[in-house]
């Protein structure tokens, strides 16, 4: 006669396994992006590029606008700076004196808001031009949090820029 | 045999699979789960930052010529146990400090110093070898990618790393040569 309770003990701890490692939130995504340009670029365009060289010297894609975002001990603030002028999205103060809860919330709010503006900017480009190029770069200080940075881009993403590139922070010395 | 009875009778011995076969099958789930934590190189010490399953989208198939770099919190780079440049990392991590100290049993005693341009170097160094040895794979491979470095390379940086430090390393994965980046988040559930 076989012994049927050892396997069954055995399923179930393989069932208890199963359970505790069926995590659905921590599900993992990536996101698709275009790497900092190293050095200056030498070809005009991108069918110049010589494809046997390194690829510092390589044409960083140009994009049209550039959401500068800043982050300095409890303030944070985002601007979209195009051609002709900066505009600024919002600015977060004191966020020391605030608790988790109300950070995320107020995070939240301003990545909402650079979500909407971006998507109103996309949607006037592409009236003129339905197939206008959809880049956008990102330029932070470089104390800020990845977290935020991501969520930055999260936004970009959001409103239909599916290209983002990062700009080389600007306190950062050469 | 019996020592006593005087008639034959035969013994039956079976012997007892059933704890033999415990340990075959736990055995066989414990490989399961490592092996893909160590393909997939998810570690504990780097918790991913969110972001709205609009722009993060589900990871399928990623194909066999990838390379992971993870980033804890510091932004030291953490190295794969089974990557030919562990062993010259002690506690297996490329995080710039100077006279860094070890025990015999290879625990830290002294912290040591932390070097930003050190650190900078040492990731260099390792992801041109890295890269080395993605273009030697390359070179033996048929067809017009012979010789084209097509690894990509997949970022895991922890949500409290600071821009710095993801950028830097992004950097000088673009001057070393690599050409595809992907970066990795938690997808966030829908509220």
Redesign the interface.
């Known amino acids: 006669m076989i ?1 049927i309770v ?2 069954l ?2 399923s179930f ?2 069932l208890f ?1 199963f359970v505790i ?1 069926f995590d ?15 050095g200056e670029a030498k070809a005009k365009d991108q069918s110049q590029v010589d494809q046997s060289k ?3 010297t390589e044409l960083d894609i140009p994009s049209d606008f550039v959401v500068v975002a800043r982050s300095y001990d409890a303030n944070f603030t985002l601007t979209v700076r195009d051609a002709e002028k900066p505009t600024e999205i919002g600015a977060l103060k004191d966020l020391d004196k605030m608790t988790p809860g109300e950070q995320q919330k107020a995070f939240d709010e301003l990545f909402n808001k650079l979500a909407d503006t971006l998507k109103a900017k996309v949607e006037e480009k592409k009236k003129d031009n339905p197939n206008a190029a959809n880049n956008v770069k990102i330029e ?8 935020h ?3 930055v ?2 936004a ?3 409103s239909g820029y599916s290209q983002v590139g ?1 700009a ?2 600007p306190d ?1 010395g050469p | 045999m019996h020592a006593g009875g005087g008639a034959h009778i035969p013994e039956l011995v079976e012997p007892n699979l ?2 033999l ?2 340990l075959v ?2 055995m066989v ?1 414990f490989f399961m ?1 490592t092996t893909t934590f160590v393909k997939e190189e ?1 570690t504990a010490l780097v918790k ?12 399928d198939a990623v194909g066999s010529d990838i390379m992971y770099l993870n980033i804890n919190d510091r932004g030291d780079l953490l190295l794969n146990p089974l990557d030919s440049g562990f062993g010259l990392y002690r506690d297996g991590k490329i995080d710039g400090m100077k006279n860094k100290t070890f025990d015999d049993a290879g625990r830290v005693v002294s912290q040591g110093t932390f070097d930003r341009a050190e650190r900078n170097r040492q990731i260099e160094v390792h992801l041109k070898r890295a890269f080395q040895d993605f273009q030697r794979d390359a070179e033996h491979r048929q067809g017009d990618d012979k010789g084209v470095v097509r690894t990509l390379v ?1 970022l895991r ?11 830097e390393v ?2 000088l ?3 070393v ?3 595809k ?7 966030e ?1 829908a509220k």
């Open positions: 012994p050892p396997m003990d055995l701890q393989i396994f490692t659905m939130g921590q599900q993992e995504g990536y996101m698709a992006m275009n790497l900092p340009a190293t390194l690829s510092d932070a200080n470089s104390g800020m949090k990845y977290s940075l991501v969520s881009m999260d970009c993403v959001r990062f080389p922070p950062l | 059933v704890p076969l415990d099958l736990q789930m789960a998810r991913l930052p969110t972001a709205s399953a609009q722009s993060a989208k589900p990871v997949i940086a922890h949500q409290d790393a600071s821009y710095r430090d993801v950028y992004l950097r994965c673009r001057q040569g690599f050409k980046m992907q970066l990795r988040a938690t997808i559930q």
